[in-house]
């Protein structure tokens, strides 16, 4: 009886040990099966946050440039009602919109040689580009513009051309260009207007028409418009510009003491001058 007793005791404990052993496996099985679904876990919610951080960053970008693209649209239409409103002026006869806005453009030339006029044909972020005439900066050692608003800055020469009397300046920073207009469009009878820096005067502003084109000047070349606009010491340099503000010429010289009998080199060939200086195309 005894050792019937001792042999289901046995039994029992190989079952117990059995079922422990199984439990044991089960629960480290477990505990790797929790194990790998943190770490699934902790994968799929790096991998989403991750997307979730490039979607809103991307979802930004384009916020970004669709509002930037609104700003340019904005300021373009902006620009083009400006412009309207200044041709209806214009039309009328009434040049001060016109006038308000191609004066932020224009600068006085000052060397320790002479005093003339010149305006900004090309900016971006780090420099603008002045042209004046090359008989303003001739022998100058020290060139400095002064602004509409009356900051005095430092100039270099960029270049110039002889022939024709042009010389290009570049300043440092970021200012407003004027456009070059086609001189080929040009009509005798254009009423045209010149801002320039008489006598070393504030700006002032004068008021005419072309009486002639392609007239010859001193250098041989019929290259030229004639106007009866008022040109004075000073204004050398300066722009002829239309009713639409546009540049159709530089100022350039007067015939003896003759009023009323101006010249201003045409805008088509300063653009070739300009573009041949830099030895690219800065104006269109």
């Not at 009886?1 to 117990?16: A, E, G, K, P």
């Not at 005095?152 to 570049?170: T, W, Y």
């Amino acid at each position: 009886m005894d050792q019937r007793h001792q042999t289901h005791r046995n039994i029992l404990y190989s079952l117990v040990v059995i079922l422990m052993f199984f439990q044991i496996i089960s629960f480290v099985a477990l505990t790797l099966k929790i194990s790998q679904l943190e770490t699934n876990l902790r994968t799929t919610r790096e991998n989403l946050t991750d997307s979730f951080s490039k979607s809103l960053a991307n979802y930004d970008l384009q916020n970004q440039r669709n509002f930037n693209d609104l700003s340019k649209a904005v300021t373009k239409q902006q620009a083009n009602i400006e412009q309207e409103i200044n041709l209806i002026k214009a039309n009328q006869e009434d040049f001060s919109g016109v006038i308000d806005i191609s004066v932020k453009s224009v600068v006085s030339v000052m060397t320790n040689e002479a005093v003339g006029t010149g305006f900004i044909v090309h900016s971006d972020v780090f420099s603008s580009l002045i042209v004046t005439n090359e008989h303003v900066i001739d022998d100058a050692t020290n060139i400095y513009v002064v602004t509409h608003d009356k900051k005095e800055i430092p100039a270099v020469l960029v270049g110039s051309d002889k022939l024709r009397d042009v010389a290009v300046l570049e300043i440092k920073g970021d200012y407003q260009a004027l456009e070059v207009a086609d001189s080929n469009d040009l009509q005798v009878g254009n009423k045209v207007i010149a801002i320039g820096n008489p006598l070393g005067l504030s700006f002032s502003v004068t008021e005419g028409i072309i009486s002639a084109l392609n007239r010859k000047g001193p250098n041989g070349l019929d290259e030229y418009i004639q106007t009866d606009v008022s040109l004075n010491p000073g204004n050398s340099g300066g722009p002829l510009i239309d009713t639409s503000g546009h540049v159709i010429g530089v100022n350039n010289f007067k015939v003896g003491n003759a009023e009323s009998l101006g010249f201003a080199l045409e805008s088509n060939r300063l653009k070739e001058v300009v573009n041949d200086i830099m030895n690219k195309t800065i104006i269109a």
